[in-house]
C-alpha cells in the first residue's frame, strides 16, 4: 500500500470497462430507465471484481478497478462476463460490456496531482479497452504472461498479435480472452497500425490489370457501389479484390470479404454477411437489423462476391448503404443489382499482344495476358521462358483465348509436356469446332467453353474417366469417398494430373485432403459424364458411398464422439443431399430408404426436421415392391421419428404403425421391441391412448429381456417413466408418481453404463422432471445441470429446448414467476430456432405453463427469453436453479 492516499502500489494489473453503445442505449431508454440497468451492470461488475480488485473510481459507464495478481484480475474479468451474459436486465435492454487490462508499475498520485495512478501504465491499460468490443476482453502481454499458469476452468488465450495504439509510440502485442460459454468472435479491434482488411489469401500471384484496377478505384470514389460484371472465368473475384486491397486505407473501420457463393437462398444474405463482419445476433435478434446497428457511422468496404446467385436480395445492399453514409460496397455478379446509385463495371479481357504484330520480347512479356501465361507455365515447368522461338505461338494463344484468365490459366497448365508450339494447333482446332457448333453461345462463354474443352482433349482415357466421374460430387470430396467412386485401382496419378492441370482443385482440412471443381468445370465434366453412358452407374456408386458414410455414422450420432460424427455428416451434407436425389430419380428405392433411416437422427438433431420431412416423403411415394420390408420398415421409422419431434404425433403414429406391422411379420424380438417402443410414444405422448401406450412398452420391455438386450430394457423403463409421470405437479397420484421414480432410475442408472449420450441426456431430463413433481428441487437440479451440459456439448437443441422448459417449471415450483417467464420466453425461441414441435406437446400433456398464460406483469420477461442466445439462457437458467 502507498503511504498516505491507501490506493495499491507496486506491480498491479490495471483495468478498465465500458458499455459498449452506452450513449445510444440511454438515448432509447431515457434517462430514468437507463439508471436502472446502470444500477444492475454495476453491481454485477462489483459482485465479480470483489475477490482481489480495488475499485478505483466509477465514470457514467466505466469502471477502473486495479488487481494486485494478474491472474486474479483475469478470472474475474471472466466471471464478469459469464454473469453478464446470463443476466436478466431491466427493460429488456442488452448490455455488452469490452474490457482491457494491463500490468505494470502502479504509482499513487500525490494528493496535489488531483489523480490516482500517474504513468504510462495507466493510460496503456485504458488504450487497451478502448481498442476492443462489447463482450470482449483484451489484455497484454505483460498480463498474459503472468496470468497463464493461473487461468482457471474455461479461459483460455487467443493471441492477436501486435497492433498499434492511440497515443502509445510502440505497437501492443494484444491477446483475447476465450471464455467457455460466452462469444468468441468479435469485429476487428479499433487502432491505429493499420486498416482492418479481412480479405482471403489467395493461392496464386495476381498479374496485371493495373489500368482496370485504377478505374474501380476512381469509380469507388465516386459511387457508393460498384458492380463487377462478366461471365465466368473473367477474374471479377480476384479483380474485386484488389481494388478493395489498394482501397483499403481510405476504410478506417475496415474492408471485409462477404462470399456468398455457397448460398442460393436471398433470406440467407444478412446472416451471411453478420458472420463475415464478426456480429454477434442472438435471440430474437433479426441479423440485418444487428448488421444495420453495427455498421451505423462506420466507414468501411463491403466485397460481396458471387451476387448473381441470390439478385432477389439487392435491397438488403440498399438498406446497407442507407445505414452509414460512409459505407461502400464492391459486388461481383454475372449481372448488375439493379438498384438506386449502382456503377456498373464491366470486366474487360486482360491486357492482349497483337499477334501480327509482335513487339520486342522485353515488351511481349509486359502483355497482360502474356504475363499470366509465363506465371503459370513456370509454376509447373520452373524453367520456362518466353523465347523467339515460341513468343508467336503464346502471343496467339492468349489472343485466341480472348484475355480469359481462368482459360489462360488451362492452357498454361499444359506447358509441363507441350511447348507452346505444339499447343497452338491443338488448341486452335478444339475452339474453331467449338465456334462452329455452339453458335448460340456468347463468345467469350464459347471460348472458355473451348479452353476447358481442350484441356480435357490433351488428358489421358484414365484422366479423362476420373476426371467425368468427379463431376458427381458436390462441394467436393475426400479421399476415401473419391477414391470408391472413381472406380480406378489407381486413382493418385490421375487424381494428380488433373491438379496440375488446373481442372481441379486442392485443400485440406482437418490435415487430410479435400478435391473440387470450380462451378464452370463441373457443369462440364457433367456433360462428358452423361455422354459416356455411365452417368446412371456412377451416380449410384456415389449414392452407395455416401450411405456407406451414413449407415457407419449411425452407432456414433448418439455416442460419446457424437460431434464429431454430426460435423462430419454436416461437412457431407451436400454429396448425401445428392445421393438422395439420385436415389430418388432412378428408383432405387432400397438405396433411399437406408439413407432416409441413417441420416434422421442427424437431421432431428441439427435442426433439420423440415428437409428431412420433405425427403421422407419423397421417398415413401417410391415404388416399395422390391425394397426387402425391413429395409422399408426403418423408412418408415425415420418418418414416423421426424414427424414425432416436429409434433405431429397423428402422422407418427400412422408411420409408426406401418413399421410395426412389418417388424411383426419380419423382424426377430428386437425389432419388434423397437417398433412397439416407438408405437407407444405416438399413443402416449398426445394421451390418445395411454393404456395402450404401456402396453406396448411392457411388452418391449419383455422381448428386449428376452433378447439380452439391457439398453432396450433400459429405454423401455425411461419410456415407463415418461407416461407414469405425465401431469401438474401436485395431480399425480404419488403411488404412480412413486412407479415412475423407480422407472427412470432403472433407465438411468442402464443408460450411464452405454455409450448413448441421447438416451443419458433424456434419462436425466426425465428423473429432474419427477423430482420437480416430487418437491426435490437439489435432485432436479443436478440432473438438468448434468443433462444441459451433454446436449450443449453435442449441438442438440431439441434437447436444450426441454431443458430451459423442465428449468422455467423448476423456478415456478420455487415461487420464481419472473424467471419462469424469462425461461419460457428462452424455450419458445429456442423451439423455433430447432424446427421442433415436441415442447408444444409435452407442454399440453404435462400441464406446463405456456407462453399465454404467463400474466401481463411478465410479458417483458418473456420477451428478455426469447433475445437469449441458447449458451446465455441455459447458464442463467442453471445459476438459477443451483441454488437451494
Same mark, same amino acid.
Given at each position: ?41 454495476? #453491481? ?18 466505466? +469502471? ?33 460490456? %469490452? ?118 478505384? #476512381? ?68 441479423? +440485418? ?60 479481357? +486482360? ?87 455452339? %453458335? ?105 458411398? =455416401? ?6 455414422? %449411425? ?21 448425401? #443431399? ?18 432416409? $433411416? ?33 429395409? +422399408? ?10 414427424? =414425432? ?46 393404456a395402450r401406450a404401456l402396453d406396448l412398452l411392457r411388452s418391449a420391455r419383455d422381448k428386449w429381456a428376452r433378447a439380452g438386450d439391457r439398453v432396450g430394457v433400459g ?41 448413448? %449420450? ?22 432436479a437440479a443436478a440432473a438438468f445441470r448434468e443433462a444441459a451440459q451433454i446436449f450443449t456439448d453435442d449441438n442438440d437443441l431439441s434437447g436444450l429446448v426441454i431443458i ?77 436453479? $443451483?441454488?437451494?
Open positions: 500500500m502507498s503511504a498516505g492516499r491507501g490506493l495499491p502500489a507496486g506491480t498491479l494489473t490495471f483495468l478498465f470497462t465500458d458499455i459498449e453503445g452506452s450513449t445510444k442505449l440511454q438515448t432509447e431508454l431515457g434517462t430514468s430507465r437507463y439508471q436502472d440497468v446502470l444500477e444492475t451492470h454495476t #453491481r454485477i461488475l462489483r459482485d465479480a471484481f470483489k475477490n482481489g480488485g480495488v475499485e478505483i473510481r466509477v465514470e457514467g459507464d466505466a +469502471l477502473f478497478v486495479v488487481f494486485p495478481v494478474a491472474a486474479q484480475a483475469v478470472r474475474a474479468t471472466a466471471a464478469a462476463q459469464r454473469a453478464l451474459g446470463a443476466a436478466t436486465f431491466p427493460h429488456g435492454a442488452t448490455v455488452r460490456v %469490452r474490457m482491457g487490462m494491463h500490468t505494470g508499475e502502479g504509482r499513487p498520485a500525490t494528493a496535489e496531482a488531483g489523480a490516482d495512478y500517474v504513468g504510462i501504465d495507466v493510460n496503456r491499460a485504458a488504450r487497451v479497452a478502448a481498442a476492443g468490443n462489447g463482450g470482449q476482453v483484451l489484455l497484454t502481454e505483460a498480463t498474459a504472461t503472468l496470468a497463464r499458469a493461473d487461468l482457471g476452468d474455461g479461459v483460455s488465450f487467443r493471441d492477436l498479435g501486435e497492433f498499434r495504439l492511440k497515443d502509445l509510440a510502440n505497437p501492443e502485442h494484444l491477446y483475447q480472452l476465450v471464455i467457455s460459454g460466452c462469444a468468441v468472435d468479435f469485429p476487428p479491434l479499433r487502432t491505429l497500425d493499420r486498416t482492418a482488411t479481412f480479405l482471403p489469401a489467395q493461392p496464386s500471384t495476381f498479374i496485371g490489370r493495373a489500368r482496370e484496377i485504377a478505374e474501380g478505384q #476512381r469509380l469507388l470514389e465516386k459511387a457508393r457501389l460498384v458492380t463487377l460484371t462478366g461471365p465466368g472465368g473473367t477474374g471479377k473475384t480476384r479483380l474485386s479484390l484488389r481494388i478493395a486491397e489498394e482501397s483499403a486505407a481510405a476504410f478506417g473501420d475496415g474492408t471485409f470479404f462477404v462470399p456468398l457463393a455457397p448460398i442460393s437462398d436471398p433470406e440467407l444474405v444478412p446472416s451471411t454477411i453478420a458472420h463475415s463482419l464478426g456480429v454477434q445476433v442472438s435471440g430474437s435478434e433479426m441479423p +440485418l437489423l444487428r448488421v444495420l446497428d453495427h455498421i451505423k457511422g462506420k466507414r468501411m468496404l463491403l466485397v460481396l462476391d458471387n451476387f448473381e446467385q441470390i439478385l432477389p436480395a439487392a435491397p438488403v445492399v440498399g438498406q446497407l448503404l442507407g445505414a452509414s453514409p460512409a459505407l461502400k460496397v464492391i459486388a461481383s455478379s454475372r449481372a448488375p443489382l439493379r438498384i438506386s446509385g449502382e456503377q456498373e463495371f464491366p470486366v474487360p479481357p +486482360l491486357e492482349l499482344p497483337d499477334p501480327e504484330r509482335l513487339p520486342a520480347l522485353e515488351v511481349l512479356a509486359q502483355s497482360d495476358a502474356v504475363r499470366l501465361f509465363i506465371e503459370r507455365a513456370m509454376a509447373v515447368r520452373p524453367d520456362f521462358r518466353v523465347t523467339p522461338e515460341n513468343a508467336a505461338a503464346v502471343a496467339e494463344i492468349v489472343y485466341r483465348l480472348d484475355g480469359l484468365p481462368l482459360a489462360i490459366e488451362l492452357a498454361a497448365a499444359r506447358v509441363k509436356v507441350l511447348t507452346p508450339q505444339a499447343m497452338l494447333p491443338k488448341l486452335r482446332q478444339g475452339l474453331d469446332m467449338l465456334a462452329s457448333t455452339a %453458335r448460340d453461345l456468347p463468345e467469350r462463354q464459347r471460348t472458355l467453353r473451348g479452353a476447358i474443352a481442350w484441356s480435357w482433349a490433351l488428358l489421358s482415357e484414365a484422366e479423362k474417366r476420373l476426371f467425368a466421374r468427379l463431376a458427381v460430387f458436390v462441394a467436393g470430396a475426400m479421399l476415401p469417398q473419391l477414391e470408391e467412386v472413381s472406380g480406378e485401382a489407381e486413382v493418385l496419378d490421375a487424381l494428380s494430373a488433373l491438379v496440375e492441370q488446373s481442372l481441379v482443385r486442392q485443400s485440406d482440412l482437418d490435415g487430410e485432403p479435400r478435391f473440387r471443381m470450380l462451378v464452370t468445370i463441373r457443369e462440364y465434366a457433367l456433360e462428358r459424364l452423361n455422354e459416356s453412358g455411365e452417368g446412371d452407374e456412377i451416380r449410384a456408386r456415389h449414392a452407395r458411398a =455416401y450411405l456407406s458414410l451414413a449407415e457407419r455414422s %449411425r452407432p456414433y450420432v448418439q455416442g460419446s464422439d457424437q460431434k464429431r460424427w454430426l460435423d462430419l455428416l454436416e461437412q457431407e451434407h451436400d454429396n448425401l #443431399r445428392a445421393a438422395l436425389e439420385s436415389s430418388i430419380a432412378d428408383g432405387r428405392g432400397d438405396d433411399a430408404c437406408r439413407l432416409v $433411416s441413417a441420416l434422421w437422427r442427424f437431421w432431428q438433431v441439427r435442426g433439420h426436421l423440415v428437409e428431412g420431412t420433405r425427403w421422407c416423403e419423397r421417398v415413401l411415394a417410391l415404388p416399395m415392391s422390391g425394397v426387402p420390408p425391413l429395409v +422399408l420398415m426403418g423408412a418408415l421409422e425415420a418418418a414416423g421419428g421426424i414427424a =414425432y419431434w416436429r409434433g405431429d404425433f397423428s402422422l407418427a403414429a400412422v408411420h409408426y404403425l406401418r413399421a410395426e406391422e412389418l417388424a411383426r411379420a419380419h423382424g426377430d424380438d428386437s425389432t419388434q421391441a423397437n417398433a412397439e417402443y416407438n408405437l407407444s410414444f405416438a399413443y402416449g405422448m398426445p394421451l390418445s391412448d395411454l429405454r423401455a423403463a425411461w419410456g415407463l417413466a415418461t407416461f407414469l409421470q405425465l401431469g401438474k405437479r401436485g395431480e399425480i397420484n404419488p403411488s404412480q408418481l412413486e412407479e415412475a421414480r423407480v422407472a427412470a432410475k432403472e433407465a438411468l442408472a442402464i443408460h450411464r453404463t452405454g455409450t448413448n %449420450r441421447f438416451e443419458l441426456g433424456w434419462s436425466l431430463h426425465l428423473v429432474g422432471m419427477i423430482a420437480v413433481k416430487r418437491g426435490d428441487f437439489a435432485e430451459a422448459s423442465d428449468c422455467a417449471e423448476l423456478a415456478a415450483a420455487r415461487g420464481q414467476l419472473e424467471k419462469q417467464a424469462v425461461l419460457i420466453g428462452l424455450a419458445d425461441a429456442l423451439a423455433v430456432r430447432a424446427g421442433t414441435g415436441i415442447l408444444k406437446e409435452i407442454s399440453k400433456q404435462d400441464g406446463r405453463t405456456e407462453v399465454t398464460d404467463i400474466a401481463p406483469e411478465f410479458r417483458a420477461a418473456i420477451e428478455r427469453g426469447r433475445a437469449m442466445n441458447a449458451a446465455a439462457g441455459i447458464a442463467y437458467a442453471l445459476g438459477e436453479v $443451483s441454488r437451494d
